[in-house]
């Protein structure tokens, strides 16, 4: 056997290079985690007050829509009234745990003109978060139920709205400006010491500036259905205000708001827009009216005008007695806002005369002087209410104005005699202006035309109508004759009748026989066909 | 009769076309008269390069198993399976045949070839006659088994490039199933950087 030599050759190649490949394993291994490590951000602990819709290892904690967590653990709590979910935050978001951060469950909500959180009808549950802006660090927090109102750094303003009742209003409502909306309610809550309702609301920006003191809000709620002196009104905003509320704000006029002007932060809410828009009222000034006839139509609340400018209201009806002459007086109080008559009040104000509450009264005196009078009206025919009109009646007799009286007492005149002067001499002259004569005269003619017809039917049509009457009357009484019981002509018809219903029984016969034996027609009749006998029934039956 | 060892009779072959060479008539590190390929005895630092590809297996093992596999996101949110999860949910929602299946290819086949190659490692350190004919089995076993735990990178692969439907569902790969594939990589290096002839190196294993 020659087996050949091989060639020889050293090798070079060292074999421990082997061990890169554990070492570079192990660089990796170790790289990850500590890169795990480092990106592990604190731990929290929020408590809620169920846990639905949250899983372990699955549900997110968001900011922004970016993951910076998912929840690791949920339990309940010690004494089982609340869940505890633990979430583990990402490195990069632990400065979000400090102290004034919070969490929310973010899940589907609808409200009427609104909807959030529609994307976890399928993704599931998320927690929301809201970065504290300061504060240590902090691990352990109370979840909200709902979401804040406020969306992640917001830009606007907050207000804070004081209001009588808080109507259909409720956090989330719109903030309407010239019918845009431009912020939302975000909270309300009642007064505990004044017993009004705070309402808080946050205007976003650019709106926010269109905000000054002399802003005037009102509640938009609902549909404001108003039948008053004026007649019937309806107000609503939007839609979605008349099921879920809302409120309005507005300027008010300039002219009104130059020496109002209230703490930036806290505003009226009014009731409606003709409230909030109206001049500011001022201090109110009682007064009280006589009546010597019934009100009927006149009711609380309702305007008192003066030179056709609503100053107030009435506040109270009430009747008298005076035992003497048993009388029943009505007697009125209202208030009036001497600040509502605007530019007047200025000039009086002005002129010093109202400075005090003497000096109101005094000028109360003097424009009695010059014949101011209360008048009750009807302000509107259709539903029949009154108002109380203050205006100088001219001519109207003197009174005793006593200054000393508290409230003010106004004399007054009694209802709508001028209007009804008026109305009466209206209708007067309608009257005179019509064209009576020519009336009477083309009446007289036709009258005569009529009566000449009327002859005519008298004379000719009448006789005629009774001679044909007679004729019929006779024409009835022969065919009454005819028919009765033994005439000829009845017993003729009997026997006749009699007579086609006996052929019409041979004839039947014919048509039966010749239906079951059409040959009789050609070959005649057969010698006896006999009655055809009754079969016993029940062979027949078993024939067929 | 007793198996003779060629390393006793002064033989080597190549082992790429089997030229017998005697080794008498030269040194340790020849190449073949006839393909030129570098011809040993035995497999140059075959326990050495096999240790090392075991241990580099064994510590990828565990990012394997702790880093998400397959990354699948759909209408109802994302979510990130690592295997043993994925084993767990096929579990829990009945397919326990699946879940079997993976469990064998992903857990049982590659801690089998660890602690396989570690013992024949471990016995032909210590020249350990033990159990000499076993041993050669459990050797091709291994070398059997090794690429049946790329059924995991089968299955991510498959389901990645199915799941596709845009915004509605999707599914990526995770970088857990990265190091799982070197895992097998490395165990298969390890097994085939194994001479089984070492098996046969103790006294009594060739004559």
Redesign the interface.
């Given at each position: 056997m020659n087996i050949p030599a091989p060639t020889i050759e050293t090798h070079r190649i060292r074999v421990r290079l082997v061990w890169i490949i554990p070492i570079v394993a192990a660089v990796v291994g170790v790289t990850l985690v500590i890169q795990n490590w480092r990106e592990r951000g604190p731990r929290v602990t929020i408590t809620f007050e169920s846990g639905e819709g949250l899983e372990v290892g699955k549900t997110l904690i968001k900011y922004r829509d970016v993951t910076i967590g998912r929840v690791s653990q949920i339990t309940l709590s010690d004494d089982r009234t609340h869940v505890e979910v633990v979430g583990d935050l990402v490195k990069s978001a632990s400065d979000v745990a400090v102290q004034s951060a919070q969490f929310w469950v973010v899940r589907p909500r609808i409200g009427v003109g609104w909807a959030s959180g529609l994307d976890t009808l399928l993704s599931g549950a998320y927690i929301g978060v809201e970065p504290g802006t300061g504060g240590g660090s902090r691990t352990r927090f109370i979840g909200l139920e709902t979401p804040p109102p406020l969306d992640h750094g917001s830009q606007g303003r907050q207000i804070v709205l004081s209001a009588h009742d808080l109507g259909s209003l409720s956090a989330g409502a719109p903030v309407y400006f010239h019918r845009f909306q431009v912020g939302r309610v975000i909270e309300e809550h009642l007064d505990e010491s004044t017993a009004e309702a705070r309402i808080v609301a946050f205007i976003d920006a650019p709106y926010d500036k269109d905000i000054t003191p002399a802003t005037r809000f009102w509640n938009a709620s609902g549909v404001d259905l108003n039948l008053s002196a004026e007649g019937l009104k309806v107000r609503t905003q939007s839609a979605a205000t008349v099921l879920a509320g809302g409120i309005a704000f507005a300027d008010a006029p300039v002219s009104s708001d130059a020496d109002v002007a209230k703490p930036e932060a806290d505003f009226t809410l009014y009731a409606d827009e003709q409230t909030a828009m109206a001049p500011p009222n001022g201090e109110p000034h009682i007064i009280r009216m006589r009546f010597e006839k019934p009100l009927r139509g006149l009711v609380v609340g309702a305007p008192i005008e003066f030179v056709g400018v609503e100053v107030g209201s009435v506040t109270s009806i009430d009747v008298g007695y005076e035992p003497k002459t048993v009388h029943f007086p009505v007697f009125v109080t209202g208030k009036l806002y001497p600040q509502r008559m605007g530019l007047a009040y200025k000039t009086i104000h002005a002129n010093g005369a109202v400075s005090t509450d003497e000096d109101i009264v005094r000028f109360w005196g003097q424009l009695i002087g010059h014949g101011l009078r209360a008048q009750p009206r009807s302000g509107n025919l259709l539903t029949g209410r009154l108002y109380l009109a203050l205006d100088f009646v001219p001519g109207a007799p003197k009174v005793n104005f006593n200054p000393a009286a508290r409230p003010t007492e106004l004399p007054t005149i009694e209802s709508g005699m001028g209007e009804l002067q008026a109305n009466i001499t209206q209708v007067v002259k309608k009257l005179d202006a019509l064209p009576l004569e020519r009336v009477v005269d083309h009446l007289d003619q036709d009258l005569t035309a009529l009566h000449g017809t009327l002859g005519q039917i008298n004379d000719k049509l009448l006789p005629s109508a009774t001679q044909t009457l007679g004729t019929t009357h006779d024409a009835l009484e022969n065919v009454g004759d005819l028919l009765t019981g033994d005439s000829a002509f009845r017993v003729n018809i009997e026997q006749t009748l009699d007579d086609v219903q006996q052929t019409l029984h041979s004839f039947k016969a014919l048509a039966d026989y010749l239906d079951h034996h059409p040959e009789a027609l050609i070959k005649g009749r057969p010698a006896d066909p006999g009655i055809p006998q009754a079969k016993p029934a029940g062979k027949a039956d078993g024939v067929k | 009769m007793q198996p003779v060892r060629a390393i006793d009779l002064g033989?080597m072959t190549c082992r790429v076309c089997a030229q017998?060479?005697?080794r008498a008539?030269?040194?340790a590190?020849?190449?073949?008269?006839r393909c030129h390929r570098?011809?040993t005895t035995r497999m140059?630092?075959s326990v050495?390069?096999s240790l090392?590809?075991l241990?580099?297996?064994m510590?990828?093992y565990?990012?394997a198993n702790l880093?998400p596999v397959l990354h699948t996101s759909s209408?109802?949110?994302s979510?990130d399976s690592t295997i043993i999860g994925g084993i767990l949910e096929f579990w829990d929602t009945g397919s326990w045949d699946i879940a079997a299946l993976i469990f064998l290819a992903s857990v049982v086949v590659p801690v089998t070839k660890f602690l396989a190659i570690g013992l024949l490692l471990w016995t032909v350190r210590w020249h350990s006659a033990w159990a000499r004919h076993e041993r050669a089995k459990l050797y091709r076993f291994v070398e059997f088994i090794g690429y049946w735990s790329m059924l995991d990178v089968v299955v991510v692969a498959i389901t990645c490039s199915l799941l596709q439907f845009k915004a509605l569902a999707s599914a990526e790969p995770g970088l857990g199933i990265v190091f799982f594939c070197?895992v097998v990589v490395?165990t298969m290096m390890a097994a085939r950087s194994f001479d089984p002839r070492l098996i046969w190196d103790t006294p009594g294993g060739g004559a």
């Open positions: - | 033989l017998v060479i005697d008539t030269v040194g590190n020849v190449r073949c008269v570098v011809v140059r630092g050495e390069k090392a590809l241990i580099a297996g510590i990828l565990f990012p880093l209408v109802r949110g979510s070197a490395s």
